[in-house]
């Protein structure tokens, strides 16, 4: 079965760094997404990507946070700045029927 | 506004006995309804779905879940519980092709 594939599967960083998620979608999905969760909390919607521009963000989307789709098939999720909050596990998923992949685990340090 | 609801922190069960992990959503419109697991320091793994047809399904490791329209709920079951279902699941919805909303998650021990 397609799989979602993201790296790196874990991430440090220090404090005000920048860093990039990558994810590889299943070929020919249109909808792209990420998530994160902080250790021991629910699942949050990050962002959705459709027809290559944003579709929808949530409130913890700031200025901070950026996607892109640079090549057609990476889907990035950029954070500048990183702060030690965005310690999290990240998801990408692809679909309407959200594929997940395994996630990146981020600790910022 | 989309919301769902897993009432149970914690459901416990003895290894053998069936099993029923709770979720009930409120959203306008026709859902797409999912479970997920997680286990300790590893991803959400896909259980099962529901985006139309029989209001029963089935997914992997034995799992099933019940869509209910009319009582708004998605609840998770299997026939007989494994001491490897321990992990904590995660109802979750969408109207497709927009965000999708989790539910706060249920951690099941079943016991040997």
């Known amino acids: 079965e397609p799989e979602v594939t993201q790296t790196p599967s874990h991430q440090v960083t220090q404090m005000g760094q920048e860093v990039i998620l990558r994810c590889v979608p299943i070929?020919?999905?249109?909808?792209f997404y990420w998530y994160r969760q902080i250790l021991g909390q629910k699942v949050e919607f990050l962002v959705s990507f459709y027809n290559n521009e944003i579709s929808e963000k949530s409130e913890i989307f700031d200025d901070q946070f950026s996607v892109e789709r640079p090549d057609g098939s990476n889907f990035t999720l950029k954070i500048r700045s990183t702060k030690l909050e965005d310690s999290a596990m990240y998801f990408c998923?692809?679909?309407?029927?959200?594929?997940f992949g395994s996630g990146t685990r981020l600790t910022v340090v | 506004a989309q919301s769902v609801a897993q009432p149970e922190d914690q459901v416990n069960v003895a290894e053998g006995n069936p099993l029923t992990v709770k979720c009930t959503y409120s959203?306008?419109?026709?859902?797409?309804l999912f479970w997920y697991v997680q286990y300790p320091n590893r991803g959400l793994q896909f259980l099962l779905k529901y985006i139309t047809g029989d209001n029963l399904v089935k997914g992997s490791y034995g799992f099933e879940a019940e869509f209910n329209k009319s009582q708004t709920s998605f609840h998770l079951k299997k026939p007989s519980a494994l001491v490897s279902d321990s992990a904590l699941y995660f109802c979750?919805?969408?109207?497709?092709?927009?965000?999708?909303?989790f539910g706060a998650g249920t951690r099941l021990f079943v016991k040997a």
């Open positions: 979750a919805v969408s109207l497709g092709g927009f965000k999708t909303i």
């Open positions: 070929s020919n999905h249109l909808y």
């Open positions: 998923a692809s679909s309407e029927t959200h594929t």
């Open positions: 959203v306008s419109g026709n859902p797409y």
